[in-house]
């Protein structure tokens, strides 16, 4: 046993404890920044008696709710945001919505059954983003010779959706196309990948447009003008085969595996812009964003069902830094010229405002399309939940 | 699902004795359910993701979230996690892909969120030699130029059973969808009209297996059997063969597996931010490019350099079908029409240790594949049209072998008389394991011999050790002066009650055969598992 100690020694033991003491604060801090975030969750900045707002949005709204500065600007006044993501087919449907301030569905006429269903007074529809489909260069050149895709003054790229529908129709494939046996050589039937109908907006947003064409330039309104359009519209979807329920996944499929998977995806142009303005190098040169001719506008509409929900509404409505973010995430604010900005900054070209748009179909058409292209496939469309991105 | 002896679950099961805690990456429960705590992530997963291991041990020691896994056939654990049998026993999945599963009604409520990881697409490897003589290492061939070559007898080929694996199934999509011709994907009425040029294409496969992994160590234990396999691009890219194998991408589609990891909606709240960092870690650059590399994998996420890694050239992916009814008519199509009839045969303990429970069992076990099991998957294993089964009961000795034809059509008639003949087994007298076997073998090179363009092999049920007759290395001398074909006739051993492991594990290496594990008493899935296999 020790009993006594030089005072080299001891002092020698301080210094080291002193050193293990500062090494572990270090280490403790460290492995809080490298794993705070990912395990502990929920940490929100600024004031901790905040008033939590409960909202129920479409999934690609996700990533700006979860924006640090949006949750920052909604905690100014005293607003701790929760999200919820749903599809807007189910926010419209079958999600419960007690205890919930607002809903944020990516579609008008979703948003026009909640509203007239819940008697909100008002709602706000602070960004819109066309529908777009992101595609290939090799695949736009192949579509314009055969006369279906063409390239505007501006350099923009527009898919005839007449002459698509045609296409389709005829059963084209990618061989039959002329140039396809050095660009694109598969067998494959000219198609253009979307969710499933089913499940998403995004592909009931293809639908609106498809059938718009099909009834002759004419939203489709009647029983008599869905039952001439719908075999065709059926198509675009079964023909498909498997297609995912949520808008990230065809996309994703689209930047990793590419042109031999996915040559043409129906996305939200904001998906493709929001990527670009993100610079992680997933969107290539050989990328090509085209817009469908006509195509139509994704309003994202936010109806509030509670006094908080209706101050988030006004927010998200007239807060300029707000609209800032949204374009950051590839929105079209109402402000054209935030939108605008926010893509200069990026040093990415600004797409013209589409001018051939239509309105999609009222809430029980759409519905009723839906429901009967649903009826289509064997197995029965899967039970609503609310936590499954759609 | 049962555990499967191998040297991972030993090693996993001694670093638990010695350390006391759960490893980083636990490989197999041991039949009582994996291990868990806030810190492991319990992944039911398809056996394809066995050389993700090392990868994953690494993400534990960067990122403290551990894994552990149970393995399983795709379609299997499918239908586990859509009815719900999933719920509590794990937090996750992880298959070659979830496209199966979202045709299962109820699945897609059973998921809460999923991250695809890597990619790999279901292809040929066939021989450079044969290749070449082809054209093919030049051209790649569409799938219906495969089905002209094959039918022409000029190559063979082994693939994995499309009703217990996903890279059999994948391709049996690929190549049904091709042949179909429409561009689109596959209808009810397309398989009707392709069935004979799917005939055409499958009898070139002169080799099955129950899974990926098998097939691939079967064909480089015997490169003569067959000039190629289809199997995953990543395995093909990783195999020790003697001879190069040539890739072929046929050039009208094929179907790429993305490997989602999958959050089950029924796992607790606490394991969804251990979800989220796995998946995170994995998707980073660094990851992406250490899976490719050790993997053979393509990336699962945009912007990772591969390289020369990968052939050059677009992979077209063939449409998947979109309705279960599709998808299990496919492969009840397979199963009963399209491919090479089977011939099986059945030697089974009746020995006196056998009475009571175990021979109940084992009756069971046998009418399940008669037509006693109703679901999906139960259907897929019962015996086929055009399938000759054997049954062998033995004790002292072997008995007079029971054969039954199952006809090509309707199978009411035979499967009753199996359901028959099961319930009339008894348990009396000693075990002559050896004895049987040989007789067992002898029938199957006969039956072999009558009809060469089937898959023979043999199922073997023991609880217990040899007593009477031939001995082990008397079966061993028998089985090396077998003639010709002899690698071809497989000895599937089910270890049930008191059997002698390690014996038993022998045998059925020396056969290129399996062991399937029943010691749990759970006889009905092992049956169920090996007919993947034959």
Known sequence: ?390 | MRRRLGLSAVIAATALLLTGCIPSVVTEGDGTGLPNDGQTLRILAGSEVKDMVPILEQAASETGVKVAFEYVGTLEGTELVAFGGAAGKYDATWFPNNRYLSLLPGASSAITASVKIMSSPVVLGLSQSVARELGWDATAPTWAELATAASEGKFTYGMTNPAASNSGFSALVAVATALSGTGSALTDADITAVTPQMTSFFSGQKLTAGSSGFLADKFVANPDVVDGIINYESVLMGLDTPEPLTIITPTDGVVTSDYPLTLLSSADASKKPLFDTLTDWLTTKKVQSEIVEQTNRRPGVPGVDTGSTFPPGILFETPFPNTLDVANTLISTYLESVRSPAQTLFVLDTSGSMEGDRIANLQQALKNLAGADESTAGGFAAFRSRERVTLIPFNYGPETPIVIEVPDGDKTQALSEIRDQADSLFADGGTAIYDSLEAAYRLALTQQKERPDTFVSIVLMTDGENTDGATESDFEQFYQSLGAGKTKIATYVVLFGDANVEELTRVATLTGGKVFDALNGDLAGAFQEIRGYQ
């Open chain 1, 1 to 390: 046993m020790v009993t006594s100690m030089n005072p080299a020694v001891k002092r020698a033991i301080g210094v080291i404890l002193a050193l293990l003491l500062i090494v572990g604060i270090v280490l403790a801090v460290f492995w809080g920044r490298l794993f705070g975030g990912a395990t502990g969750g929920g940490i929100i900045p600024g004031p901790t008696n905040l008033t939590v707002v409960q909202g129920v949005i479409g999934s690609e709204k996700k990533p700006f709710f979860e924006d640090p500065e949006v949750k920052a600007i909604f905690a100014e006044k005293g607003f701790d945001v929760q999200i919820v993501t749903a599809g807007s087919r189910q926010i419209a449907t079958s999600v419960d919505l007690t205890g919930v301030d607002f809903v944020f569905p990516s579609s008008a006429p979703a948003a026009e059954k909640i509203k007239r269903e819940t008697k909100a007074s008002t709602v706000y529809a602070p960004f819109y983003s066309p529908m777009a489909i992101a595609t290939f260069k090799p695949i736009v050149q192949l579509l314009q010779a055969a006369g279906i895709a063409t390239q505007d003054a501006a350099g923009t790229w527009h898919l005839d959706i007449k002459a698509y529908l045609a296409a389709v129709a005829a059963g084209t494939r990618w061989s039959d196309l002329p140039g396809a046996a050095e660009a694109y050589p598969s067998s494959r039937s000219v198609l253009i990948s979307s969710t499933d109908i089913r499940q998403s907006n995004s592909a009931a947003m293809y639908l609106s447009m498809a059938s718009y064409v099909a009834n002759g330039d004419t939203i489709v309104s009647s029983p008599e003008a869905q039952a001439a359009v719908i075999d065709q519209m059926a198509a675009l979807f079964l023909e498909q085969g498997f297609s995912a329920s949520s808008s990230d996944a065809p996309f994703e499929d689209y930047l990793s595996q590419g042109i031999g998977s996915k040559p043409m995806v129906m996305v939200y142009e904001a998906q493709f812009l929001g990527r670009e303005m993100s610079g992680d190098g997933a969107i290539t040169d050989d990328m090509v964003l085209m817009y469908p001719d006509p195509t139509v506008f994704s309003k994202h509409t936010v109806v509030p069902l509670t006094d908080n929900g209706d101050t988030v509404g006004q927010m998200l409505a007239t807060d300029p830094r707000l609209a800032k973010l949204a374009a950051l995430y590839g929105f079209r604010p109402a402000d054209a010229s935030v939108f605008a900005d926010q893509l200069t900054s990026h040093g990415i070209a600004v797409p013209p405002t589409p001018v051939n748009v239509v309105e999609p179909p009222s809430y029980e058409t759409l519905e009723s399309m839906i429901n009967e292209i649903s009826a289509r496939y064997d197995t029965p469309a899967p039970p609503a939940s609310s936590n499954i991105d759609q």
